[in-house]
């Protein structure tokens, strides 16, 4: 059975490749959208009535391709679920993440079914990226736990900026909410014919900034709490580094509205709110202090007898001392006086020299 066992560094692994598999899932979900292929694959979970692969022309390839990454992602969710079962030392934590990512998958699957039947409803399409943003952060706060002990953690930073924190959290959910809502209200619905969000692309992209410009105000505030709270350079580093990605993913957004949108660039600016959301889920878990993973259990440590103690084949010097818990090989000499302590393990056919202590001998009878 213990071969079955999963060790928490495998379990970190894939954890990490898990993770990413989201994010393909995510990108590769946009490509459908942006590309207008999310008609290419007409039927589910085949790609048409009669076939289960698409014809070679590019909008059934994109949106099946697109089909193949959620099926390394079903595989990876089982995956993780099944190694949080067999994983050594048992974190319930990580079993109920993981039964959550398999659920987030199932979800996801079911959503994506109603995304087709629907004919690319715009609402139906934002809850769709909605819930492959909620399985992005169960599968990054599962990769985030992985990577430590078990617990709750100690905070390192003050209250007001854990509190800062979750309005942060909360502030960027809205903003990925605002975000998918813009794209459907624009010319990257899915594909030709598909209901749109009846409010003016202006509107909605004007709505989704001030969000953006809200939660960033929300992050500067927590750079200042940080510093003024002479908080760990640590949490202070990657509130810096959760900024660079926001004012990247912000230019990005900027740029591809000024230049009317060009799919590409959306591509990017989807790749960017992945970013973004989990950069800000792994600084908000920085906030507090974990203990390392404990070392796995292991067999019972057998100390070597010292060289000077033992010999084989032949009678070795005057000795001392042999310590409790050793293990003497057979055939192996103990020199005369020398005091074997109780516990040792002396094997069948070791010579004990004339004159040792009755200790000795009385563990090697076989000699």
């Not at 010319?187 to 960033?216: F, N, Q, S, T, W």
Request: glycine share 8%; aromatic share 4%; charged share 10%.
């Amino acid at each position: 059975m213990s071969s079955l066992r999963t060790s928490p560094r495998a379990f970190l692994l894939l954890s990490r490749v898990t993770l990413v598999t989201v994010v393909l899932n995510v990108v590769s979900g946009a490509a459908v959208r942006l590309s207008d292929s999310g008609l290419g694959c007409p039927d589910w979970p085949t790609c048409s009535q009669h076939h289960l692969t698409p014809p070679l022309l590019l909008h059934p390839v994109i949106e099946f391709t697109n089909r193949v990454v959620v099926t390394l992602l079903v595989v990876a969710a089982a995956a993780s679920a099944v190694a949080a079962l067999l994983r050594r030392p048992a974190r319930r934590d990580l079993r109920w993440l993981s039964a959550g990512l398999v659920a987030g998958v199932l979800a996801e699957a079911v959503v994506g079914g109603l995304v087709v039947y629907s004919k690319l409803d715009a609402w139906v399409v934002v809850g769709h990226f909605l819930v492959g943003m909620a399985l992005l952060a169960v599968s990054a706060e599962l990769a985030l736990r992985a990577s430590h002990a078990g617990g709750a953690g100690t905070p390192i930073v003050a209250r007001p900026v854990l509190r800062t924190s979750r309005l942060l959290l909360i502030l960027l959910v809205a903003a990925l909410t605002a975000g998918a809502m813009t794209t459907g209200s624009g010319p990257h619905a899915g594909g030709k014919g598909a209901k749109r969000i009846p409010v003016a692309l202006a509107d909605m992209a004007r709505v989704h900034a001030e969000v953006v410009l809200a939660a960033l105000a929300a992050l500067l505030l927590l750079i200042w709490l940080l510093r003024r709270s002479d908080a760990p350079a640590r949490s202070q580093d990657r509130a810096v580094a959760l900024l660079a990605v926001m004012v990247a993913q912000g230019l990005v957004g900027y740029v591809q509205y000024f230049t009317h949108l060009p799919a590409a660039l959306v591509g990017v600016h989807v790749l960017g709110a992945c970013a973004v959301w989990v950069t800000a889920l792994w600084f908000h878990h920085g906030l507090t202090d974990h203990a390392a993973e404990p070392a796995a259990e292991r067999g019972p440590v057998v100390e070597p007898v010292p060289r000077e103690l033992v010999t084989t084949g032949a009678p070795p010097a005057a000795a001392t001392s042999v310590a409790a818990g050793t293990s003497v090989a057979a055939g192996t000499s103990v020199a005369a006086g020398t005091s074997v302590a109780a516990g040792t393990s002396v094997a069948a056919g070791t010579s004990v020299a004339a004159g040792g202590p009755a200790e000795a001998r009385s563990l090697s009878e076989p000699a």
